[in-house]
């Protein structure tokens, strides 16, 4: 893998001086080193011709760690009246092209993604050599969601989801990412990363799960208390954690 950095912000007044962190895969073995490294898949600039990965506060299950809530019994409980199941497609052998999957997916996307999405990006996604599984979900037969994976060495990337909105009851996307959480539990992997976790609104990640991880530009943190405090405070700016208190920060990074 190849990391570099490229200049950000400058605020001189506070000796603050941002490089924002970047890596670019070199092979598909480099996958799980790539997540542990706290490194996400960057899809905002179509004329990439290499996966790039960007740095930020990821989420992710330690499996070792993993069990079963009493809100993932609750909703796995509702949501049998639909008798939902799934299966777990290899990308060769589903049809990531096909117009009407397409279609599904950029309609739920432009309707709860925070930002609009591009045909040409969805599709930039889905083509990313490193996607390997989806993830399709139905109930009575009918697909009623899709989840677009990343699985290499005992790690899973759980990185798109897209579902059917007409029955919000039945907390279908809460439903899927536990049951692909729990589907690689059952199947002896390590981790299932979950994205990014900034502002409130990413809490339902942290409020549903057992064997939460957090990572904080360093190292991976099981503290769900300050990530929880941190998702409260990321609207508002705020020097850096060395910055805010220098002795804490250096003695939680070196004990």
Known sequence: MKIFRSESFVDYKTYTFNYATYCIKEEKSELPEIYNKGFLPYSNNLDLKEETYYLARSLRIELADFTETSENRRVDRKIQEIKPSFEVIPVKDFDLKDP??????????????????????????????????????????????????????????????????????????????????????????????????????????????????????????????????????????????????TDLFLENLYG
């Open 100 to 245: 009407q999957f397409l279609s599904y997916c950029f309609e739920f996307a432009n309707q709860r993604f925070s930002e609009p999405i591009s045909m040409d990006r969805l599709e930039y996604i889905f083509n990313a050599q490193s996607v390997s599984h989806v993830f399709r979900f139905t109930t009575n037969g009918k697909p009623v969601g899709y989840v677009i994976t990343i699985i290499e060495q005992g790690t899973l990337h759980y990185w798109f989801a897209f579902f059917d909105l007409d029955n919000p009851k039945y907390s279908l996307g809460k439903w899927m990412m536990f049951s692909v959480i729990r589907w690689a539990f059952q199947n002896d992997l390590s981790y299932v990363y979950l994205g990014t976790c900034y502002g409130e609104k990413s809490l339902y990640k942290v409020r549903d799960f057992k064997g939460l991880a957090y990572f904080d530009g360093n190292q991976w943190v099981k503290n769900v208390k300050s990530l929880k405090a941190k998702c409260k405070e990321d609207n508002n700016f705020v020097l850096d954690a060395f910055k805010q208190d």
